[in-house]
Every structure is written in structure tokens, then in C-alpha cells.
């Protein structure tokens, strides 16, 4: 009886050890989890520097960009139309 006793109180205690290890291995999980999601939104956050850092322009700075250089296309072909007749 006694014995039985002694085995019910070990096995108590492998229990409360297996429990408190669950716990543990959950909140280890959970962190991990949080770690992830905060890496996911950094990489977003750093993906987008870097794409606006290569562009370096509005699209309205581009749009006059490209007009000004369609402008000196056109000002060399009048040029060029001049010089052959």
C-alpha cells in the first residue's frame, strides 16, 4: 500500500514536471511566433526603402525628366533636318 502511495506521488510529480515543461516549450513557441511576425514586417519595411531608395524621383519628377529629354531629341532632329538641306 504504501508503495502504491509512493508510485501515485511520483507519478503526480512527473506529471507537474511534464506540465511545466508544456509551458515552457508554449511560451517558447509563442516568442518564436512574435520574433517571426516582427522579422516578417521588418523585411516588408526594408523592401520598401530599398525600392523607393532606387527610385529616388516622384513619378512627377520622372514625367519631366523624360519630357525634357524628348524636348532635346527633338531640338537635335531639327538641327540635324537644318544641316541636310
Not at 512527473?14 to 517571426?36: P, S
Not at 516582427?38 to 530599398?50: A, Q
Amino acid at each position: 500500500m504504501e508503495k502504491m502511495e509512493e508510485e501515485k506521488m511520483n507519478l503526480r510529480l512527473d506529471i507537474d514536471v511534464q506540465k511545466l515543461e508544456a509551458k515552457k516549450l508554449r511560451k517558447g513557441k509563442n516568442k518564436a511566433e512574435e520574433d517571426l511576425d516582427s522579422l516578417k514586417t521588418d523585411y516588408k519595411k526594408l523592401r520598401l526603402s530599398m525600392r523607393i531608395a532606387r527610385l529616388g524621383k516622384t513619378s512627377e519628377q520622372w514625367h519631366e525628366e523624360i519630357q525634357e529629354e524628348k524636348n532635346n531629341v527633338d531640338g537635335w532632329e531639327m538641327k540635324f533636318q537644318e544641316v541636310q538641306t
